[in-house]
Structures are given as C-alpha cells and as structure tokens.
C-alpha cells in the first residue's frame, strides 16, 4: 500500500499531521489527520481556586485568550449563581465584539484571502498576505494593521492586557471604562463597521465575481451534509457571547436548543488511539464514524455553522448580507465548505455593528461593573461562541470554591471529525492514479482545511499563516517515490 | 551571515499557546526593523518554516534564536538541542521557555492522571477506555504521535541557554527595545550584556512600578477577589488580596493591579530571587499581623491553594520543579 505524509511543520516539529493511504491501484483508501499533543489543562486546573481559572485557561490559546476568559467567566458567575449587572455583560461582550473583528480580519487577510484573490494555483511567493497588498493595493495593508491594533486596543481597555485579559470575575469585571475611553472605542467601532462592509465589496468583486473560484466554491470537492450549532439569542439571531444553542440537521431543520447547562445532554465526545484529539458529536444521533449525513451524528461548528444554526443576524447590515448569502447560494443549510470564508466576513460585520451598539449603550461607563456573589460555589457551565467554533467550559468546585472538576470542549475541538472528513474527500477527489501531485494540488487538499480556520493552537499550533506542508508519497514497500514540499 | 550579508534570526515555538507570537506581531511596523536588519530564516508563524533548511545550516550560524514554549514531549526537545546547535545566541522566550508557565502546573499529577481525566470526562463516551498510543496501527499502516514527558521542563533544564526574556506573555514594548538593543550591538553601538542576564525586563519587582499608595501592611484576613470591592488606590495586598507583585519582576508596567487585578507573577522571580514561591511565602508571612498560631492558621485557610497560587507560572523553574508523583523519577 502507498502512503502519503502531509506533515504540516514537518514530522518531527508537527503540530498536526495527515496521512493519506493508498490502495494497491493508486486510490486514496484512507486518510488520518493525527494531533500530536496534550497538555492536560482539564487536570491540572483542578485544586485551583476557581477565580483563577479563566485566567489559567487562557493560556491554552494566546491567539484566542479573550474567548476561553469569556467562557470561564461564565462559568464562574454560573458557579457561584450570581448574575453580573447588565454593565459588566455589555463590557465583556463589548471586548469579545472587538476581539472578533480582529481575528476575522486575521483569518481572512493572511490565511484564507490569498487562495482566492491570487488564485489556489498562484505561485507560493505570491501566495500570502504580500501578494494581496500588491494586487489589491498598498492602503488595504494599513486598513489591516489598523484593524488588528483597533481590537487589541479595545481587549487593553477592558479586559487589562492585550494578550490574556485578567479582569473578568466571578459577577463581573475588576474595572469599567470612563467616558474618554468609551469615545475612543465608539470611534474604532465606526472604522471596525466600514471595514467590514470594504471586505465583503473586496470579496464579491474578486471571488464572486469569478465563475472559476465560484464553481470551486460551490463544487462537491468542499461539500459535506453534516449537523451544525451555533449560539443563538432569544430571537434565534445568531450571537457570540450569550444564548443558547442551536443545533439544526443537514436539512436544515431545528434539532433544539440547549442552554449551557444542558450540553451533556446534546454532546458526547468520541476517543481514538491515534490522535490526542476527541471528536466531540450529536449524543443523540450517535457517533457513526467519519461520514456525514442527518444519521450520522457529526456536527460542525464555524462561521457558515453559526448562520446555519439561526434565523439572522441580530444587526441590519449583518442581516442584508445574511439574506444574500443565501440567495446567491441557494437557500439554507449552506453546505459548501469555502462558504465559510464568506460567512466569516458577514460575521465581522455584525461583530463590528455590535462594538458601535455596546460602545454607544447610556449605561456601558456606569460603575455598576459588579456583583459580589452571596451563595456558596458549586457548579457551572459558561458557553461563548469561540470564532473557532462552540466553546464550553464546565467548572465544579468544593464548598471554598476550589476546582474539583473541569470540563472543556474547545472551539477547534468541534470541527475535528469534519475536518478530518473534508481532508479525505479533497484527497480522494483530487489524487488519482496516474495524477502528479502537485504544490497546486497540495494546497487545495490544504484548503479543505483552511476553510475551518483550524487553531490547533488550542491543542497545538496552526496560527493563521502559509502552512508548510511536506508529502512524502512511499510504495507499498514504504520506501518514498516521491517527495513534494510547500513552505518547507 | 546570509548571502545577502544579513546576520541570520529565528522564532520557535515549542509546548506553548502561541501568545508569545501575537505579542511580537504586535509590535506593529516595529516587524519591519527585523526584517531590514536580519534575514529571517525559520520562523513557523510568520513565514515558511524550512525546518530541513536548519538541519542543513551550518552550526552556530544563526546569530538570534528566540525560543518560546516548554519542553513537553520528544519532539520539543529534539527541537531545542536543534536550534542549540544552530545559534550563536539562543533566549529563552516567554515564561514557558523560562519557567514552565501555568502548563508547569501538571508536574503536580503523574502522566496517568492527566490521561486519566482528559479521556474519561463527563462528556466523553469512552466505555473501552481507549488512551492516545505514541505507535498504533491501523488497517492501512502504522500511525505515530510524539510520546509525552512525565513533567513539563523549562528550555535551560535542556539546552543551555544565553539570555532570558520573561513575560507572559512578553510585553510588546519591551520585545521592541529587546530588538533596538541588538539592532545598536550590530552596528557596533552598544554592547551585549553578560550571558546569563535576563533581559527585556526590569531589574526590581512589580510593587516598584505600581501606581497603588503602600502603607502598612498588617493583615487580618486574606479575601478572594471575588468577595471584596478593592479601593483602586490601595495597595491590593494591604486589602487583603493575595499579589505576586514583591516577589515578581518588574518590566510590565504594573498591568494587572492597574486593571483592579492583583499581580499574578507572569515576568517571574524578581532579581535575586531564586525561587518566587518561597520568596512570596515569605512575604505573606510577613504581613500577617498575628502571633497566635490558631489564628496564623486561620488566616492562612484563606489561601485554600497555595501550590497554585505561589507557583503560578514558574513550577518547572522552581526548586520544587513536579511533586515526587508528577516526577516519577525520570524525565
């Protein structure tokens, strides 16, 4: 049998790894998409006093921190059964609006813009965030640093650091902001919005635009009919920071809803011996193995997942962008995986409406950032929407609130098993027998992948950026025959 | 030196959570001094990675090497002794790399229990209790995975190292004046300190840069943070909230307490200070205003964590390094 390494920072550095196994005629037979690492933050959390765990579990994601202090904050205020004055839920998730828009805009510009404004066959030097600032024009980098530097400002602001906020606790923040700052952050909100909407122009005009990348959007290559969740508002408006979650069908139909406390019940999260990854799925439907369909319990949790799971976006631009996406692609669920790119800019646009909303709220400079909790700790969930994907964290303490159990399903987490399928079928679709594999070819199995914007950084270390991919192609000797290398 | 005349620089990032990346993009236009004054050759984050380039690279030629991460499994290490041999100049970058960092915390548990929790959750439906393999095959081959340490070790409890630059992450504007400093020793305008030094931090502790007004500190009771309102002028130890300032390196600006959030020890032991747990216990021992044993110990039931809370981010780095479990003997 022939066997075909993608090792994504090499074997030895791997933070990720697929094998691609061939059958004796030169078909894909097989594909396992390994992650090699663990660092047991369920463990060691435990024994902790429970305030420091959102501050502890930042520190599984520096790309995404604000996301897993979110989360543990909830699980905090849910611990100790307080409700933090409706001040501190606005700040928090007035952080977590501009959070959004700065890892949006990172995914979008440095990792997935480049295979459709160069092109998935452009030369690998072109192939980044460079090649889009000559195509495009010299200002849209600045647009970006001001983006990034924009929501790093604000998560400073209100959560006390740029990297690992600190200030979120049990009932709600450490600090509020003064009226100066709530200016400033109404002013980046502005710019936030009208870079949004120059995204979603920026990607009608050049992908949309282009029958080749539409018919590849659209293709079966990147297809799969899975589950998907998303947080929802009461009005089943698609939000980040609070809500319940929604989980629809591959028809599209509505499962149910669950609120944090419930997620047992709705989530299960499956072992193999060959990856320190677990594949989390539908309990109810059950775990069927790696293929989709509505009898097979496998759900995916994305951008295109969160506007699948709802009924709109909960802000009137986000909404008009809603709508035509799925005009233009054929009603709802959408299916097709390179939608996702689309769906992450539209929800960039609501992040960013959202940041305008909180900053302009009467009440977001009170200093009413606080309540301090009276009952005795226990038990709690805390469920954000990571950009990633669903993020829960589930928290037990003993009576002086010291951790005695922890629980978490991490954003990325979600989509492993759909990850892993969408690698198989992009492999199987495109290496044939007697097919040359080449970069071209490598990188659009790559982008089977991309599309879920993976941060295994969350396990281990796929930061948005080329990834470097080495495919070694061995007989059935296991000798190699071939070797292909990108960004190597 | 490069073709193109440019001594050689590169980042790498072992067991780590990638913060310490952000926080070097994050000086912003800063990124292009790097790159007029160095060749960039192996860095995963920010460009192509040309891992088989480095093996290839003669010894000792790369002048710069920040390494950040903790050495957590067979393939971090390997990395590191790599890089070792490759740079003139090899820091350790970020509190993982010097110390462990709160990941550091498992050296309290054995390997089995980590496995033990993380595959056999409330959520995982795992009845065969099926753990991760390093080798396992399958139908179509053999399938390998990098096999853990029974403890997380810092990078110098590996390979030596010349220079520490601490933080968690480390602050941007002191990876800035890190990179001004070796740009000026390049053009022969400044000189390098001592091997050994910590650098891109400050020489006091994190009390020294604190806006908070000190008083006298004589302490009745140790309160969590979440039943109290601090006064945002007092010093947040003298309300009763347990702080790593007096015993933590100063370089951050004081960003926590300035937040309403006590100090949590991430620029790690403040000069001389050979092990921040011991140094803080000593400091809370010193505040406490009682000589009556009961009450002492009363007191100190406020602290229901100490391990945790005094060896927050430097366990690996810290005299204790695992518990006897978590050590297992071997490394």
Redesign the interface.
């Known amino acids: 049998?022939q066997?075909i390494t993608i090792d994504p920072?090499?074997r030895?550095?791997?933070h990720g790894k697929i094998?691609i196994?061939l059958d004796e005629a030169g078909n894909v037979?097989?594909t396992?998409f390994?992650?090699?690492?663990?660092?047991?933050?369920?463990?060691?959390?435990?024994?902790?006093?429970i305030?420091?765990v959102p501050?502890?579990t930042?520190?599984?994601?520096?790309?995404c921190?604000e996301a897993h202090h979110m989360a543990g904050a909830k699980a905090?205020d849910a611990v100790?059964h307080v409700d933090p004055p409706r001040t501190a839920k606005m700040l928090r998730e007035l952080l977590y609006s501009a959070f959004y828009c700065t890892d949006h805009t990172t995914h979008f510009y440095a990792l997935a813009g480049p295979d459709f404004v160069m092109g998935p066959d452009a030369p690998v030097a072109e192939r980044n965030i460079l090649g889009i600032i000559h195509k495009v024009g010299l200002e849209i980098g600045g647009k970006v640093?001001t983006m990034r530097?924009y929501g790093?400002a604000v998560v400073e602001m209100i959560?006390?650091?740029?990297?690992?906020p600190?200030?979120s606790?049990?009932?709600g923040?450490?600090?509020g902001i003064t009226e100066e700052q709530r200016q400033e952050i109404e002013k980046m909100g502005r710019y936030a919005v009208e870079f949004a909407l120059f995204s979603l122009k920026l990607f009608k005009d050049i992908v949309l635009g282009n029958k080749t990348y539409l018919d590849l959007i659209l293709g079966d290559i990147y297809t799969h009919r899975t589950h998907y969740i998303g947080m929802v508002d009461e009005n089943n408006k698609v939000n980040f920071y609070d809500g319940r979650i929604s989980v629809v069908d591959p028809n599209g139909k509505r499962l149910g809803k669950y609120a944090p406390n419930e997620?047992?019940e709705w989530?299960?999260?499956?072992?193999?011996?060959?990856?320190?990854l677990?594949f989390?799925y539908l309990?109810k439907v059950g775990?069927k193995g790696f293929v989709d369909g509505e009898d097979s319990g496998v759900y995916c949790a994305t951008p295109l997942s969160r506007l699948n799971a709802s009924d709109g976006m909960a802000t009137p631009l986000a909404q008009e962008n809603y709508e035509e996406f799925y005009s233009t692609l054929g009603g709802k669920p959408v299916h097709q995986r390179l939608a996702t790119h689309w769906a992450r800019l539209i929800e960039l646009l609501y992040a960013a409406e959202r940041w305008v909303e909180l900053a302009t709220d009467p009440e977001i400079t009170s200093d009413n950032f606080?309540t301090?909790?009276t009952e005795k700790p226990t038990e709690g969930v805390g469920i954000v929407e990571a950009p990633r994907g669903t993020l829960t964290h589930?928290y037990w303490t003993d009576e002086?609130?010291?951790a005695t159990?922890i629980?978490l399903?991490v954003g990325t987490t979600n989509n492993y098993a759909p990850i892993s399928m969408s690698v198989k079928k992009a492999a199987q679709s495109l290496i044939k027998p007697g097919t040359a594999v080449t970069e071209g070819l490598l990188n659009m199995v790559e982008m089977a992948f991309r599309a879920y914007d993976p941060c295994f950084?969350c396990a281990t270390?796929s930061?948005p950026?080329?990834m470097?991919l080495e495919v070694t192609i061995r007989d059935a000797q296991?000798n190699p025959v071939q070797v292909l290398?990108q960004?190597? | 030196m490069s073709s193109n005349g440019k001594p050689k620089f590169a980042m790498y990032w072992a067991a780590s959570c990638g913060g310490c990346e952000i926080a070097v993009l994050n000086i912003h236009e800063k990124i292009l001094d790097v790159d007029a004054n160095f060749d960039v050759v192996f860095w995963p984050v920010a460009m192509d990675a040309k891992y088989k380039d480095v093996e290839a690279m003669e010894d000792g030629s790369i002048l710069l090497t920040l390494f950040n991460g903790a050495i957590r499994n067979e393939e971090n290490a390997h990395v590191a002794h790599l890089l070792r041999q490759k740079s003139k100049i090899l820091v350790a970058f970020g509190s993982c790399a010097n110390e462990g960092c709160m990941p550091a915390l498992a050296n309290l548990s054995p390997l089995q229990d980590i496995f033990d929790t993380a595959y056999h959750t409330i959520s995982t439906d795992n009845p065969q209790g099926i753990h991760p393999q390093p080798s396992f095959t399958v139908p179509e081959g053999d399938l390998y995975i990098p096999a853990m340490y029974p403890v997380v070790r810092t990078l110098d409890q590996v390979v030596k190292v010349d220079y520490y630059m601490p933080g968690c992450p480390p602050e941007s504007h002191q990876i800035a004046a890190v990179i001004d400093l070796v740009i000026k020793v390049l053009h022969g305008e400044a000189q390098l300190p001592p091997p050994g030094t910590v650098i891109g931090a400050g020489g006091s502790t994190v009390c020294d840069e604190c806006a908070r007004k000190r008083d006298v500190k004589a302490i009745k009771k140790f309160e969590r943070i979440q039943h109290v309102m601090p006064d945002p002028e007092i010093c947040l130890l003298e309300q009763g909230i347990l702080c790593s300032g007096p015993a933590t390196r100063s370089g951050c600006n004081a960003l926590c307490p300035a937040a309403g959030s006590p100090c949590i020890g991430c620029y790690g032991p403040a000069e001389g200070v050979l092990d921040v747990g011991a140094r803080l216990m000593t400091a809370v021992a010193s505040v406490i205003d009682s000589n009556d044993p009961n009450e002492i110990e009363r007191i100190l039931d406020g602290i229901p964590d100490p391990a945790g809370m005094f060896y927050r981010f430097n366990l690996a780095g810290s005299l204790l390094r695992a518990s006897k479990a978590g050590w297992q003997g071997k490394v």
Not at chain 1, 36 to 47: K, Q, S, T
């Open positions: 049998m066997r920072i090499t030895l550095e791997g094998e196994f037979a097989n396992y390994q992650i090699p690492e663990l660092r047991g933050f369920e463990r060691f959390c435990v024994g902790r006093q305030e420091e501050i502890l930042n520190r599984i994601c520096g790309v921190p905090v100790y640093i530097k790093h959560g006390g650091r740029k990297v690992h600190c200030t606790i049990p009932g923040l450490t600090k997620y047992t989530i299960a999260e499956h072992v193999e011996p060959w990856t320190y677990k989390p309990k775990w606080r301090l909790p589930h002086r609130g010291v159990k629980n399903i950084g270390h930061l950026g080329q470097p296991g290398k960004h190597c």
